[in-house]
């Protein structure tokens, strides 16, 4: 919480530094689509599957110079992933399916390098997002296949735990017509999902590629 009220405050500093020397500030919306999964370290057996979720919220974009922004977004961001995993053991193989949803409070903070004019442009975007954990959602099954052909199936009831934020790094493009704005951006987690306490355990971060629409106005 300490850092993201650092990050907001020195946001707003600079909002209010640049608007008064440049005269552009932007306020909008944007709402879109993410593609998430994981990745990470250790995950020789697992086998993720990309889950499609929904992102959106508040965008503030200020210039600091005619080629650049800097660019603060308020969003909800959808993220997880499907993964299985196989085994086999001494009378019986199996599998486990897993799938956990992670809503997150996400506040990315980017800096954008234009080309074109004041309303018409191409930008490239690079920054941070912070993430705070205000939900998830959890399913799971083992299925169980017994040399004499029997299956079992059982539910999985229990969730792991969580870490309560992630950090990550962010890289995109987008483009700004008429106020209507555009944007593709790659995320990578920098903080290991689950709380294992183990060093054995996989090192697993978030991923995610997400494509929004969006529309802007105008305020200086």
Do not use: C, W
Not at 42 to 48: E, R, T
Not at 85 to 94: A, L, S
Not at 109 to 116: A, T, Y
């Amino acid at each position: 919480m300490k850092k993201l009220i650092f990050l907001t405050s020195l946001f707003v500093a600079t909002l209010f530094g640049a608007s008064t020397s440049f005269g552009q500030l932007y306020v909008g919306g944007r709402i879109g689509g993410t593609s998430a999964s994981i990745t990470g370290s250790g995950l020789k057996d697992f086998q993720p599957v990309s889950k499609m979720y929904l992102n959106g919220g508040l965008v503030t974009t200020v210039s600091l110079h005619p080629r650049f922004s800097l660019q603060m977004e308020l969003l909800y961001s959808g993220k997880g992933s499907a993964f299985e995993y196989y085994g086999d053991y001494q009378n019986r193989r199996g599998v486990i399916s897993l799938s956990q949803k992670l809503h997150y409070f996400a506040v990315p903070l980017v800096l954008q390098f234009k080309m074109g004019d004041r309303d018409n442009y191409f930008h490239f975007d690079a920054g941070m997002v912070y993430n705070s954990l205000i939900g998830n959602k959890f399913s799971g099954s083992i299925t169980v296949e017994e040399l004499n052909g029997d299956i079992f199936e059982y539910d999985m009831t229990t969730s792991f735990n969580l870490n309560k934020t992630d950090f990550g790094l962010a890289f995109g493009v987008g483009l700004v017509a008429s106020n209507i704005t555009f944007d593709f951006r790659y995320e990578i987690g920098q903080n290991q999902i689950y709380q294992t306490g183990s060093d054995d355990a996989p090192n697993i971060l978030n991923r995610a590629f997400l494509v929004n629409v969006g529309y802007r106005f105008n305020l200086l």
